[in-house]
């Protein structure tokens, strides 16, 4: 019988809100082939129950136990998000956010591991999810997984080659342990970052400027402003300024001869861009995190009580 667990999920890091998408491959014998796409806050507790070792494993995934966790995609802003990104991703042939030639391309109630990591393939290259922060943490490794296409043979990495990918997409490889390690890691990199910088505005009686538009930042109001993540960098600005300026750089540069700069075609929101001061790249989705960070944590001063 299984052992029973809360069924509200709890985030491994305590700087953050955590969701991911992910995918399942069934280790048996007769289902190898099969793949089971979900979303959680925590996998490691979900794949136990996939797995029937503790209650609340989807029914779906009963008769093809046991499962293993193949990948899975973090960096949504929250659980909503995420519910969106898994619903597309289990049904590509009806979601209107996926561009396709053609919606023949993938068949409804699709279950085959090959067809989930097509779909995959192809939402995080298109347009829609590209502007989102997200990033991938691959537990199995692809060219280990074998498919039959037919009559052949084929590697998973063939069919989700991880090269064609937006390089802003950060990709990470170990089992859930050792990306717990890392991405407490990195959350903890922004709360230094954050609260050293937090401790120099402080005694600056909170007096500061904009390095963009000259203005002054109201720095008890954590949710206007944005930081570099160097340590070692001074630049703070309002958050409109960072992406006007994210955003413009970013049109400027897909801008040629035949298309030229068009100030209507900007995005809304910026992927990535050059901190004002020290040049360094940052990716939007890193500022908002720390941003979040900030405002949660080093505000109530949970850093130090740590």
Not at 74 to 95: C, D, H, I, M, R
Not at 189 to 218: A, F, G, M, P
Request: hydrophobic content about 30%; some cysteine; proline content about 3%.
């Amino acid at each position: 019988m299984a052992e029973n667990e809360n069924s509200s999920e709890v985030s491994d890091s305590k700087y953050e809100e955590f969701y991911c998408c992910y995918l399942l491959r069934s280790l048996a014998p007769n289902y190898r082939q099969t793949g089971y796409i979900g979303s959680t806050n925590n996998p490691k507790r979900r794949l136990r129950q996939h797995n029937g070792e503790i209650s609340l494993g989807a029914k779906q995934t009963v008769k093809k136990r046991p499962w293993e966790i193949v990948l899975f995609v973090y960096g949504f802003p929250n659980q909503v998000a995420a519910l969106q990104f898994e619903w597309s991703w289990q049904n590509p042939s009806k979601t209107r956010r996926l561009h396709l030639t053609s919606r023949d391309e993938f068949r409804e109630n699709d279950d085959k591991l090959s067809t989930s990591l097509r779909a995959l393939s192809k939402m995080l290259q298109d347009k829609f999810w590209s502007r989102w922060p997200l990033h991938l943490n691959i537990m199995v490794p692809l060219g280990s997984i074998k498919l039959q296409q037919g009559r052949t043979t084929i590697n998973a990495s063939t069919l989700f080659d991880i090269t064609n990918l937006p390089k802003k997409i950060r990709v990470t490889n170990g089992n859930i342990d050792e990306f717990n390690d890392y991405h407490k890691g990195s959350i903890r990199k922004h709360v230094r970052n954050e609260y050293s910088k937090y401790l120099e505005q402080i005694k600056k009686n909170n007096i500061s400027s904009c390095n963009i538009c000259l203005e002054n930042i109201d720095f008890n109001n954590h949710k206007d402003y944005i930081n570099c993540l160097n340590i070692d960098c001074n630049m703070s600005s309002h958050i409109t300024c960072l992406a006007k300026q994210f955003t413009k750089s970013e049109a400027l540069e897909e801008s040629t001869l035949k298309n030229s700069y068009d100030k209507l075609k900007e995005e809304i929101l910026p992927i990535s861009g050059k901190c004002p001061i020290c040049q360094m790249i940052l990716l939007w989705g890193d500022l908002i995190q720390a941003m979040m960070i900030r405002e949660k944590y080093v505000l109530n001063d949970l850093v130090l009580k740590e």
